[in-house]
């Protein structure tokens, strides 16, 4: 089992810039891709961008490419998704995911999963 748990989420305005973070515990960690989702009211969940085990290969989706960046700190069994030029539509829950092996944009894919933290960007 992974246990996974989101932070950092909040009120921004369109624009600013927010860190969220998940910190992952349970197997080894280190094994494990790690997704971000989203989910907005009325919309399904949709992939964010995911990391490899290692770091070194990321996957975004064109909504957020240039805005948003992922990194991993495995020794503190953490990832960040740091959001830069925030846009309204981009206000959602926002989950953190595990899975083992290689990362993947597809939400079924992962077994493990955050309760989400709320971005909420104002305009």
């Known amino acids: 089992q992974v246990q996974v748990v989101e932070s950092g989420g909040g009120l921004v305005q369109a624009g600013g810039s927010l860190r969220l973070s998940c910190a992952a515990s349970?197997?080894?960690?280190?094994?494990?891709?790690m997704g971000w989702f989203r989910q907005a009211p009325g919309k399904e969940r949709e992939f964010v961008v995911a990391?490899?085990?290692?770091?070194?290969?990321?996957n975004y989706a064109d909504s957020v490419k240039g805005r948003f960046t992922i990194s991993r700190d495995n020794a503190k069994n953490t990832v960040y998704l740091q959001m830069s030029s925030l846009k309204p539509e981009d206000t959602a829950v926002y989950y953190c995911?595990?899975?083992?092996?290689?990362?993947?944009?597809?939400?079924?894919?992962?077994?493990?999963w955050g309760q989400g933290t709320q971005v909420t960007v104002s305009s």
């Open positions: 995911a595990a899975k083992f092996g290689r990362e993947h944009t597809m939400a079924s894919m992962y077994n493990y």
């Open positions: 349970g197997r080894t960690v280190v094994d494990y891709a």
């Open positions: 990391i490899s085990w290692s770091g070194s290969s990321t």
